[in-house]
């Protein structure tokens, strides 16, 4: 799958290729008008890859988006690292009920905020300490900056992220975050958050390794994943797209030379939440590997009861995000019928959610706007990928599903 290319007639996967056509039709005109640079899409049923496109530019000298382009796949990460806790936790390294103190001493006493201003916050003690479960569920209380949400705690965050000094490691990061107030009491709520960057440090010291170095030896090589990692390498930055930013005034984009650094330059910090780069190929393996509940290419990366496990929706009373949660965007439509696993979204009413995705799919997306999902049932992968951001500012998501499932005729 080094090369990738398209392996099956689609009438052979049960799907139609005309109706499948209509993905690249709709893909075409946010290109065509100005508003994404280029894009690759991919679908894949029952391993074999019967649907690939790819379209516009990777960068400002027109090169073309092709079927090696590397993405910074930024939340796309998160589903790495959480098969990386996993296999940790196959391993017996530790409990998925284990207080992160046991590993982060500086998560002990972990205060939620009350109130207060910046200069004097107001704090009160969890009577529940963070455990490995919420970081892998997002039901930590931790929290990203988010202003229009929370204000206070936003510029609590931000402080304190502002005072960390240039250079600082993963270990010295955790240190910084583990002084922010909890948003809530772990496991009363989900917020979209730091919790898995805290994760790759719970697997750093549990693995006691370096985080690059444990997904490289247990994840990426195993799978063949040879393009990716916490940055491209020099010989590939050709191949790397150019980060975009969409002008929501002039509904144009221009490149983010700035945040486009992700990707370029070596990291301070392995980054277990946001830090890798990718390509199509690459990140397929790692789908497929999950489709395939462990294994890809004869590498058995988790057992399969594990994958199952990690896949199922983990919210307390098989609630849904719209119910549980806290809008990853604040002024996002609720996700009804939309769950959550060990590190990635999982469907559990389509008809609620207003999708033709199966139940049991699932999936996550990155701040690039790159998108992935998995329909065990339907023995059905896709992914697209771009680089452009904001997220959200395009509907990919809902679009890629709903464009797939309608081609599916058997």
Not at 142 to 157: D, E, G, K, M, V
Request: glycine share 10%; hydrophobic share 40%.
């Amino acid at each position: 799958m080094s090369a990738l290319h398209v392996e099956v007639d689609p009438s052979e996967s049960g799907l139609d290729a005309g109706r499948l056509a209509r993905i690249g039709a709709h893909f075409r005109q946010y290109t065509d008008d100005g508003r994404m640079a280029g894009w690759l899409v991919l679908v894949s049923r029952g391993g074999k890859i019967a649907h690939l496109e790819t379209y516009g530019q990777r960068d400002e000298t027109g090169a073309p988006i092709e079927v090696d382009t590397l993405f910074r796949m930024y939340s796309m990460t998160k589903p790495v690292t959480a098969v990386a806790a996993m296999i940790c936790y196959e391993e017996g390294l530790f409990d998925l009920s284990d207080p992160v103190s046991e590993l982060i001493p500086s998560f002990a006493g972990s205060r939620v905020l009350t109130g207060g201003s910046l200069e004097a916050p107001e704090t009160e003690p969890s009577d529940e300490p963070v455990r490995i479960w919420h970081l892998l569920t997002h039901t930590a209380g931790l929290t990203y900056s988010s202003p229009r949400q929370n204000p206070l705690l936003s510029a609590i965050f931000d402080q304190t992220e502002a005072a960390v000094p240039a250079g600082t490691d993963l270990a010295g990061w955790c240190e910084a975050w583990a002084r922010i107030p909890l948003l809530f009491r772990p496991g009363s709520a989900w917020k979209y958050s730091i919790a898995h960057d805290v994760l790759g440090r719970v697997v750093e010291v549990a693995a006691g390794r370096p985080l690059d170095r444990f997904f490289a030896e247990r994840i990426f090589e195993p799978l063949g994943m040879t393009d990716t990692g916490f940055r491209a390498k020099e010989a590939d930055l050709d191949r790397l797209a150019t980060l975009y930013v969409l002008d929501t005034e002039t509904d144009r984009v221009s490149p983010d030379e700035e945040t486009g650094q992700w990707g370029i330059s070596k990291p301070d910090f392995f980054a277990g939440g946001a830090g890798l780069v990718s390509s199509a190929p690459d990140y397929l393996r790692f789908a497929e590997m999950l489709r395939r509940r462990g294994e890809y290419g004869g590498a058995r990366v988790l057992g399969t009861r594990t994958v199952e496990y990690m896949t199922k929706n983990h919210l307390p009373g098989n609630a849904d995000l719209a119910s549980f949660g806290i809008p990853v965007i604040a002024d996002q439509p609720p996700e009804v019928g939309q769950g959550y696993g060990l590190g990635v979204g999982v469907t559990i009413d389509p008809v609620a959610h207003k999708l033709l995705d199966g139940a049991g799919s699932y999936g996550w997306a990155g701040a690039a706007n790159t998108y992935f999902r998995v329909d065990p049932a339907e023995e059905l992968t896709m992914m697209f990928l771009t680089q452009l951001m904001p997220i959200g500012v395009h509907p990919i998501e809902r679009r890629l599903s709903q464009l797939v499932y309608q081609a599916i005729v058997d």
